[in-house]
Every structure is written in C-alpha cells, then in structure tokens.
C-alpha cells in the first residue's frame, strides 16, 4: 500500500483495486472511521474538513481531483447519492451520511457526535 499526503496532511492510501468505481468507493469508505470525498478546490469540501477538523475528528480525505480514476468515483459517487452535487461526500464507520447538507443536519440535531463515537472517530 503506497501512501499519498494530501493538503490537510492526512494520509490518503493508494492500491490497486478492482475497475468498479462504486466497488472501490465502497473499499476506500470502509477502511477508517471518517473517510471524506472531496475536491481540493471545493469551498463546501473545505467547510466539511474544518467541521470535522473543529470536531476533533482526524478524517481520510480523498482529494477525487489528484486521483487518476476520481472522474469515475465522483460520477458514482453522483449515482449513490442521486443528485448532480457528488462533494463532499462522508462516510462515517463505513455508512453513507451524506453531503453537506446532510452532514451539516445531523450536525445541529446532535447526531452527528454519537456517530462519531460509535464509529471510533471521537473517545470523549
């Protein structure tokens, strides 16, 4: 496993995986407590970062732009998530939260700490 570090200077794994981009979202989602997909030039991926950052949450971020194969996981990305908007999406314990406006919801109605804590990204 080779690992790239992208801006926010969280690790970013590369493998090779099979040539399904939901099948490899899928994999990349399930491999840490907080996975984010984003683009590295997107103002709403950068307020999510910083929620989860502000949080004490320590996400994997994928910047889908320095990815090879991001044209691919972005359009499934687009396919999971039923609308033209694909970033950011977050995934938390390996389940699908949502954009973010679903992110920015479960934040306010208090969802989203107990998440966080049943999925191992928070201990307090």
Not at 81 to 107: E, T
Request: aromatic share 8%; hydrophobic share 45%.
């Amino acid at each position: 496993m080779h690992y790239q570090v992208d801006s926010w200077g969280y690790y970013m794994p590369r493998m090779s995986m099979g040539s399904d981009p939901m099948e490899r979202v899928a994999k990349l989602a399930s491999e840490s407590a907080v996975v984010i997909f984003s683009l590295s030039s997107c103002c709403m991926c950068h307020a999510v970062k910083r929620l989860f950052c502000g949080l004490g949450v320590n996400p994997t971020v994928y910047e889908l732009d320095q990815d090879p194969r991001g044209k691919d996981m972005e359009a499934a990305l687009m396919r999971l998530l039923g609308n033209s908007q694909a970033v950011p999406v977050v995934f938390v314990g390996g389940k699908l939260i949502g954009a973010m406006d679903r992110v920015m919801a479960s934040h306010i109605n208090g969802t989203l700490v107990p998440l966080l804590k049943e999925a191992g990204a928070l201990w307090l």
